[in-house]
């Protein structure tokens, strides 16, 4: 009987979850000699959104631009362990790192749209990407995942004007669709609402849920409010060390983790 109660205690809370779409294994992250995250290892499942939550400063950008290589663009980063995509690893000599990002594509802290059109912000990866045939093709693409990421209502009458002429919640949401136009299975967020007020926040965390078991979701976010709301899973970081990853509704109701529960409950930020 204790065995039993146990082993409920210990379930896998993927364990109905299906194959991952990435995995980390064992990955620890350095900058030069300092060490950013240490040893972390965790599945990602498409049906899911993720979130990576804790302190400033803890690694959750670090780890999250490990999966799809865009460490790779700091001198001194380094990355050790095993990153699969689809069980591939990432980190494979000769794999093609522009077709990585198609695949596993990155939405930042602030809005970074390209200063050109609305339309060329969504037209130029399919179009480097040889994803559309010819003009039709490409139209259909820049109206779909305008559609998708909630935005072709408010632009459909002017995508020759400037992104970055529009307000901030509304650049932010053109950056999904011009991440959802190259037809991603991963979806990487960093902090995407904190440089936008509530009603552009809550705007993007509805596009979030839409989107959710399209695409494998993983966000970055400081508030916990926001984590609850848009996650179905949650992993905690302290340090550069992943603490705690389960349901999104047991990490906020009963971690296991004291170093979980003094963050939840606000004791450490
Ligand atoms: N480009 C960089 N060069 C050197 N150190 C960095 C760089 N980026 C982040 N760090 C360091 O790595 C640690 C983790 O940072 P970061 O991943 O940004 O944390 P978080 O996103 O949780 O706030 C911090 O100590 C930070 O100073
Ligand atoms: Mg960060």
């Given amino acids: 009987m204790a065995d039993a109660i146990a ?8 364990a109905d979850a299906g194959p991952a779409k990435m995995s980390a294994r064992n990955v620890s992250i350095f900058y030069g000699d300092k060490q950013a995250i240490d040893d972390v290892s965790l599945d990602i499942h498409t049906q899911y959104v993720t979130a990576f939550i804790g302190p400033s400063g803890c690694g959750k950008s670090t ?4 999966l799809n290589r865009m460490n790779d663009t700091i001198a001194s ?7 699969l995509l689809d069980g591939e690893d990432i ?27 609305i339309y060329e912000n969504i037209a130029y990866g399919p179009r480097i990407h040889g994803l559309a045939s010819g003009k039709a093709e490409l139209d259909q693409i820049v109206e779909k995942s ?22 901030g919640g509304q650049q932010q949401r053109l950056c999904i ?4 136009a ?5 979806i ?12 552009a926040t809550a705007r993007i965390e509805e596009l979030i849920d839409d989107l959710r078991g399209r695409y494998a979701i993983v966000i970055v976010t400081h508030s916990m409010q926001q984590a609850a709301r848009v996650s179905q899973r949650t992993a905690f970081f302290h340090l550069g060390k992943m603490v705690e990853y389960d349901k999104t509704s047991e990490i906020f109701t009963n971690p296991r983790e004291v170093r979980t529960k003094d963050y939840i409950t606000g004791r450490y930020g």
């Avoid at 980063?77 to 990153?83: F, L, M, Q």
């Avoid at 077709?99 to 059109?117: D, E, H, I, T, W």
């Avoid at 305008?146 to 970055?164: C, H, I, N, P």
């Avoid at 190259?182 to 991963?186: A, I, N, S, Y």
């Fill in 7 to 14: 082993h409920e205690e210990t379930a896998d809370p993927f």
């Fill in 63 to 66: 780890f999250l631009r490990s």
């Fill in 77 to 83: 980063a380094r990355v050790k362990g095993e990153i």
């Fill in 91 to 117: 980190y494979r000599s000769r794999l093609d790192v522009v077709q990585l990002r198609a695949r596993v594509g990155m939405v930042f802290q602030k809005p970074n749209p390209f200063p050109k059109s």
């Fill in 146 to 167: 305008l559609q998708r990421a909630g935005l072709w209502d408010e632009v459909k009458d002017r995508l020759g004007d400037s992104g970055t002429a529009l307000s």
């Fill in 177 to 180: 669709a011009r991440a959802i």
């Fill in 182 to 186: 190259v037809d991603p299975e991963v």
């Fill in 188 to 199: 990487l967020m960093d902090e995407p609402c904190s440089a936008l007020d509530p009603i």
